[in-house]
């Protein structure tokens, strides 16, 4: 299979004094460039996941860190045989990652990074004075985790705070935090820091970065991803499969979104389970007037045939042809 495209993965904490505009400018080179993807700017930086041809994505990148606020931009690169997003999201948000800790600066304080190389030794040695802490949602980390990590039982990174009490007996060890791509770690190591835990580092780069650069070794499952993949494989030295189907309970490491939209839970399916129960998580659910038709993903991209790539952006062009 020919893998002609590019997933990048990006964040940078960085001052953008007028987010409006950059959206604006941001926004038309993507479209320069016919990139799709999902891509936040906020006054505290951006974050973004995109794809696009392996040259497209090329020229992007260098986009990106010619701007000398995000020279320091890390793009973690993903081959895959085509477009992983059917449209392009440039917004406008408060918070590059929504965690409810807007106070928190990373480019100030933040946890200190550990390389994959060093954090693959780590969880070989299991050293008795270190926790590697899962700082993900639930459902991101019952399809794949680090062997031995602590995980949270929390809906989104906005609760992370709340379990942070919970956590008072590791503040005499060494805790390393791990998320995706790294930006919740960012602020969550920092915000452990503020909160008195004194020798807190994170992965550098994250899970994506951990198996591009060591393999995966030892993170069990998969990693649960925001495009169209919604998993995709780390782990090429010792993959193993972690999470078990919602209906039958054997193991799978097949995510799907249930096919009620009122309900739209992520959760591990075997396929048989989910031709059985036409891709809902319960009977309730299948019942449901708005069930959506199930057709063996469990992915369900929203209708493109109205999508305007250039909604929100001042210049209109007279011809659409390439995005229809």
């Known amino acids: 299979m020919k893998e002609d495209y590019s997933i990048l993965l990006y964040y940078c904490y960085a001052d953008i004094q007028d987010a409006e505009a950059y959206r604006e400018e941001h926004h038309l080179k993507c479209l320069d460039l016919n990139l799709r993807g999902r891509i936040i700017i906020s006054p505290e930086g951006l974050n973004g996941t995109v794809s696009g041809t392996k040259e497209e994505c090329e020229a992007y990148m260098e986009y990106v860190k010619s701007d000398e606020r995000f020279g320091d931009t890390e793009f973690k690169v993903e081959s895959h045989d085509k477009m992983a997003f059917a449209k392009l999201h440039v917004r406008v948000k408060p918070e590059i990652v929504h965690s409810s800790l807007r106070h928190i600066n990373p480019r100030e304080r933040t946890g200190e990074y550990v390389e994959p190389k060093e954090f693959q030794q780590i969880l070989r040695d299991q050293p008795e004075d270190t926790v590697i802490l899962d700082v993900r949602s639930d459902y991101e980390h019952k399809v794949g985790r680090f062997k031995n990590a602590l995980t949270l039982d929390i809906e989104n990174f906005r609760d992370f705070p709340e379990k942070v009490n919970e956590l008072e007996e590791l503040k005499d060890k060494k805790v390393i935090t791990y998320c995706t791509g790294g930006i919740k770690c960012e602020k969550a190591s920092a915000y452990l820091l503020e909160q008195g835990f004194e020798n807190v580092y994170q992965l550098h780069g994250g899970i994506i970065k951990y198996g591009i650069e060591a ?110």
């Open 215 to 324: 393999g995966g070794e030892d993170f069990e499952g998969k990693c649960y991803v925001f495009d169209n993949r919604i998993v995709a494989d780390v782990n090429t030295v010792n993959p193993s499969i972690v999470s078990k189907c919602h209906i039958t309970g054997v193991p799978t490491d097949r995510m799907v979104n249930c096919a009620n939209p009122v309900c739209n839970a992520h959760i591990p399916m075997s396929e048989e389970a989910g031709w059985l129960m036409d891709g809902c998580c319960s009977e309730e659910c299948r019942r449901h007037p708005e069930r959506r038709p199930y057709d063996g993903t469990g992915y369900y991209q929203k209708n493109t045939n109205s999508y305007n790539p250039y909604k929100g952006v001042k210049r209109e062009p007279a011809k659409l042809d390439r995005f229809e």
